[in-house]
């Protein structure tokens, strides 16, 4: 069966950093482009990157606690494997994170455009 595992979360300090791993297993994912999307407590699940399968593209998200220049997505085919490298967080990216698999030609940006998720990896950040 299909399977997405995240891991490399924990507690940071504020200005850390973390590399969170998306490992695949059950199929391939590697002519799938993948995303990262996380989710505060009581808020909605939101992106926060995504590569093309080749890992040609990338994409983050662009919004008032933008991610885009303080965190890289990349991937590793012949592992299976996508990353997130984060640096220089932040407290207000405390979250859950999770990764999916982008199935359909719409956009990276909409969850409803993914299939497969993880369970997630919590993210801490402290003052």
């Known amino acids: 069966q299909a399977q997405l595992v995240e891991s490399g979360g924990g507690l940071v300090q504020a200005g850390g950093s973390l590399r969170l791993s998306c490992a695949a297993s059950?199929?391939?994912?590697?002519?799938?482009?993948m995303g990262w999307f996380r989710q505060a407590p009581g808020k909605e699940r939101v992106f926060v990157a995504a590569?093309?399968?080749?890992?040609?593209?990338?994409?983050?998200?662009d919004y008032a606690d933008s991610v885009k220049g303080r965190f890289t997505i990349s991937r590793d085919n012949a592992k299976n494997t996508v990353y997130l490298q984060m640096n220089s967080l932040k407290p207000e990216d405390t979250a859950i994170y999770y990764c999916?698999?982008?199935?359909?030609?719409?956009?990276?940006?909409?969850?409803?455009?993914?299939?497969?998720w993880g369970r997630g990896t919590q993210v801490t950040v402290s003052s």
């Open positions: 059950g199929r391939t994912f590697s002519s799938s482009a």
């Open positions: 590569i093309s399968w080749s890992g040609g593209r990338t994409y983050y998200a």
């Open positions: 999916a698999r982008h199935y359909s030609s719409g956009s990276y940006y909409d969850p409803n455009e993914y299939d497969f």
